[in-house]
């Protein structure tokens, strides 16, 4: 890239699993006005102040039709540049880098909320699938996502033990992020002893449900200089998408993050992930899947995550530590968690995770996914040089 991109400010409400007593602007603005302040922006087209806003939320989680009209009023975009990016929040900030290296925008504000304690997850879930095939039979994420797990351990021989690993890690460490919804000290057997929700899945497996919001602002290089004295440089991005129907692919792979990473790593001259990122923010609704997308991010071999969870390589303190903000098991709303994870990782590359930091990280790597079995993919490569 002949210019660079920056992220020059990042902030996160409290995760909360209602959060009734705000409407969704409002919710969403505890966190842009925090990045406001940092940077002592208004919103202004004349080159002088945040001259677009891209907005991610999802019309079935808010309601309504056109779900970023909630939280025009909030974001500057009313009578502005506005886009709207919906599900995975992470492509909300490919959205944002791509409008300026477009050159049309110079310093864009991105932001993304969810309320899912207003609606029923597996009726919203269900609408994804296909309506006349699928729907009926009563599919939502969690059960697609056993039948997902299933396949997976058989395949690999990745054990429940090794699961549960995950979500004892991540929970614990939780407790060190002050936005975190459910920081827990558990055990292994209180995983495994945790309600079934779909075998193999248990409660413990899961993510909560959650309200919040994340906002940031990237900048292009000229000015994200003159923003911050720590800009968090986008070196390399990239998404794809699977096949719709779960039978169409072998859910025991994930050929679209495979994808994304491999054209992710090679935009950001990465080409031994395992040696070169320093600390990983993946999106594990799912205690599984962040040993499944740890596999196609290129992080270790196929059927090796179970190892490296045993070997305490993901922990805080180990080789490459992954989700030491505690992930989406420790609560997050689906639209926001790809967003969230980005900005953990730009915490983490400007030195303030607070307890949760891992020494010394200049390149780390964020990704977000939606839709059943991980349909869609990004992935975010992240330096601080």
């Known amino acids: 890239m002949a210019e660079r991109v920056a992220i020059v400010a990042v902030a996160q409400t409290k995760y909360h699993p209602n ?4 409407n969704e602007g409002e919710m969403a603005y505890e966190a842009i006005e925090k990045v406001l302040q940092e940077t002592e922006l208004t919103f202004a087209d004349d080159g002088t102040g945040i001259d677009s806003s891209v907005t991610c939320s999802q019309d079935f989680w808010d309601g309504r039709t056109m779900s970023n009209l909630n939280i025009i009023s909030y974001d500057g975009s009313h009578l502005g540049c506005e886009d709207k990016v919906a599900a995975d ?5 490919y959205c944002a880098f791509g409008q300026i290296l477009s050159g049309f925008h110079d310093i864009v504000l991105v932001v993304s909320h969810c309320k899912e304690s207003q609606s029923d997850r597996s009726i919203i879930e269900s609408c994804a699938f296909d309506p006349i095939f699928m729907r009926p039979l009563g599919f939502d994420f969690l059960t697609a996502a056993a039948l ?3 396949r997976y351990m058989h395949k690999y021989g990745v054990t429940a033990e090794q699961c549960a690993k995950v979500a004892v890690k991540n929970r614990g460490n939780a407790k060190n992020n002050p936005v975190a919804q459910e920081p827990m000290d558990i055990t292994v057997k209180d995983v495994l002893r945790s309600k079934v929700l779909v075998d193999p899945i248990r409660l413990l497996d899961t993510k909560p449900t959650s309200d ?13 200089r003159k923003l911050t004295a720590k800009p968090v440089w986008i070196t390399g991005i990239s998404n794809c998408y699977e096949t719709h129907y779960l039978g169409d692919r072998d859910l025991a792979e994930c050929d679209a993050l495979v994808s994304a990473a491999r054209r992710a790593y090679k935009m950001a001259g990465i080409a031994n992930p395992i ?4 600390v990983a923010e993946i999106c594990d609704e799912y205690s599984y899947q962040e040993l499944l997308w740890m596999e196609g991010l290129g992080l270790c071999g196929r059927g090796e995550a179970g190892k490296l969870i045993d070997a305490g390589v993901t922990r805080i303190g180990g080789r490459l530590p992954v989700n030491p903000s505690g992930g989406m098991l420790s609560g997050n709303p689906t639209v926001v968690a790809g967003i969230a994870r980005v900005a953990e990782a730009v915490l983490q590359l400007r030195g303030e995770a607070g307890k949760r930091q891992v020494p010394g990280a200049s390149v780390a790597l964020a990704h977000g996914v939606t839709g059943m079995c991980g349909q ?3 992935v975010m490569v992240l330096s601080n040089k």
């Open 376 to 378: 869609h993919h990004c």
């Open 19 to 22: 959060r009734n007593d705000v």
């Open 148 to 150: 997902q797990a299933r």
């Open 89 to 93: 929040s992470t492509n909300a900030i």
């Open 275 to 278: 040696k070169e990122i320093d």
């Open 212 to 224: 919040g919001a994340c906002a940031m602002i990237l900048a292009r290089e000229e000015k994200a």
